[in-house]
């Protein structure tokens, strides 16, 4: 039982290249969740996922996208990536009604 | 809005002292409080979460926190810290709504706990 597996670790990106960013559980957890932390601002909602085929924004979705095909797998897109795109990612899954998160290990992002 | 503030950004505590870490959350309804931890480098870990009933919740590696509704707070707790405390520490809160679905955790912006020796 890995939990929540996020791929890549690290990632460099020049501004206006694209990339995928992996997430999968091994929970049968049916809600996903994508955060970012920023140095000194906690964690911030950028989109979740209460099942497959389901998907909503987050407090900041702009910049990104989602899709969730399989219970297991949420991947989040950057399509032209910014500078004010640097930062960690987390991948977090839950079920309700313990609602409480597992985290994956985080990918840290640069885009320069 | 929705909000959680940790107000102590950063803490100094010596080994062998306690600790309490302060969380006030805004919500319109009592929601469900999570205090999570995180190590350089690594992911979040689940310290305790509280929803209802006993208002003094225990947690892992010897953390509790104490609920008080009155004063909007959910402080964590330590008698007595070991240097493998030192890490960021992350008051949470989210709600379960009527219909059954849940959105995202709101964060507090983190209070970073240092040791001394």
């Known amino acids: 039982n890995a939990g929540v597996t996020q791929t890549p670790k690290f990632r460099i990106l020049k501004i206006g290249q694209s990339m995928t960013l992996q997430c999968t559980q091994d929970?049968?957890?049916?809600?996903m969740y994508w955060y970012r932390q920023d140095p000194g601002m906690g964690l911030k909602l950028i989109y979740y996922?209460?099942?497959?085929?389901?998907?909503d924004k987050g407090e900041v979705p702009n910049g990104y996208n989602v899709s969730r095909s399989t219970t297991e797998d949420f991947p989040l897109r950057l399509e032209l990536a910014a500078p004010s795109q640097t930062s960690v990612y987390f991948c977090?899954?839950?079920?309700?009604?313990?609602?409480?998160?597992?985290f994956g290990p985080g990918t840290r992002l640069t885009v320069t | 809005a929705q909000s959680v503030t940790q107000p102590d950004i950063h803490i100094t505590v010596s080994e062998g002292a306690s600790l309490e870490l302060r969380c006030n959350y805004s919500y319109g309804a009592t929601p469900y409080l999570f205090w999570y931890v995180q190590s350089p480098g690594q992911g979040l870990q689940l310290l305790l979460k509280?929803?209802?009933?006993?208002?003094l919740v225990q947690g892992i590696k010897g953390f509790e926190a104490e609920f008080k509704r009155s004063q909007s707070s959910f402080n964590l707790r330590k008698p007595s810290v070991h240097w493998s405390d030192a890490a960021e520490y992350f008051c949470?809160?989210?709600?379960?709504?009527?219909?059954?679905?849940?959105?995202?955790?709101?964060f507090g912006k983190g209070t970073h706990l240092i040791i001394q020796p």
């Open positions: 977090a899954s839950t079920v309700l009604p313990l609602y409480e998160q597992y």
């Open positions: 949470a809160v989210g709600l379960l709504y009527s219909g059954g679905g849940a959105d995202g955790l709101t």
């Open positions: 996922s209460v099942g497959a085929g389901i998907t």
């Open positions: 929970m049968n957890h049916n809600y």
């Open positions: 509280y929803f209802s009933g006993d208002t």
